[in-house]
């Protein structure tokens, strides 16, 4: 499975950016999905993550109230909607996939991993 990110951008404090996550390859629409970012000089953090229905979410408290994770299986996209971004929002993000119904909140456990996509929130 190959997974594609896209969207990023340069955008102003207090602005929107949807993030694309699009799978190739022997994509299946039963893999758990989540989004993952990387500031400089900082761990890669968890940000969100859906199951395979897209029934349950979850999400960082960091960007609770402001992300909205959801996804296509139609498609085989996933999307990250960020809304009233902050500056502390600039990171490069990621998107994964694991073969599983249950959520992690770990990198290391995603199987399928896309390359990044920069996002940076100008204050």
């Known amino acids: 499975v190959q997974l594609q990110a896209s969207g990023g951008g340069l955008v102003q404090a207090g602005g929107s950016l949807r993030l694309s996550c699009a799978a190739s390859?022997?994509?299946?629409?039963?893999?758990?999905m989540g989004w993952f970012r990387q500031a400089l000089g900082k761990e890669r953090e968890f940000v969100a993550a859906?199951?395979?229905?897209?029934?349950?979410?979850y999400y960082a408290d960091s960007v609770k109230g402001r992300f909205t994770i959801s996804r296509d299986n139609a498609k085989s996209t996933m999307y990250l909607q960020m809304n009233s971004l902050k500056p502390e929002d600039t990171a490069v993000y990621y998107c994964?996939?694991?073969?599983?119904?249950?959520?992690?909140?770990?990198?290391?456990?995603?199987?399928?991993r896309g390359q990044g996509t920069q996002v940076t929130v100008s204050s």
């Open positions: 994964a996939g694991r073969p599983a119904t249950v959520v992690s909140y770990s990198f290391r456990q995603y199987t399928y």
């Open positions: 390859g022997r994509a299946s629409s039963s893999n758990v």
């Open positions: 859906i199951t395979w229905n897209g029934e349950h979410t």
